[in-house]
């Protein structure tokens, strides 16, 4: 059983930027492609970035610039590091290893204007 566990959220103002951690059990985490996703009330769950294991990133156009992604194999973690943020960034951010079907509970980010 995957277990994903996502912190790091919180309150904070436009312009403002917050570090996202998300730490996964998985037996082979280094194989997996990492994924972030975000969903805001009454939306559906949007992907925010990814990252392969050749460490190959992609990202949603509406973060592209203010996101950056990135994964320590040696500690199973992965990190959204989110900067000039924007009260529409507003969501709950989860965590997910691509193809598991697993996700973590959730980590709720507020920016207020």
């Known amino acids: 059983q995957v277990q994903l566990v996502e912190s790091g959220g919180g309150l904070v103002q436009a312009g403002g930027s917050l570090r996202l951690s998300c730490a996964a059990s998985?037996?082979?985490?280094?194989?997996?492609?990492m994924a972030w996703y975000r969903q805001a009330p009454g939306k559906q769950r949007d992907m925010v970035a990814t990252i392969t294991a050749t460490r190959s990133t992609n990202y949603a156009d509406s973060v592209k610039g203010r996101f950056t992604i990135s994964r320590d194999n040696t500690k199973n973690m992965v990190y959204l590091q989110m900067d000039s943020l924007k009260p529409e960034d507003t969501a709950v951010y989860y965590c997910t290893a691509i193809g598991s079907r697993s996700w973590g509970q959730g980590t709720q980010v507020t920016v207020s204007s």
């Open positions: 998985l037996s082979i985490f280094s194989q997996y492609t």
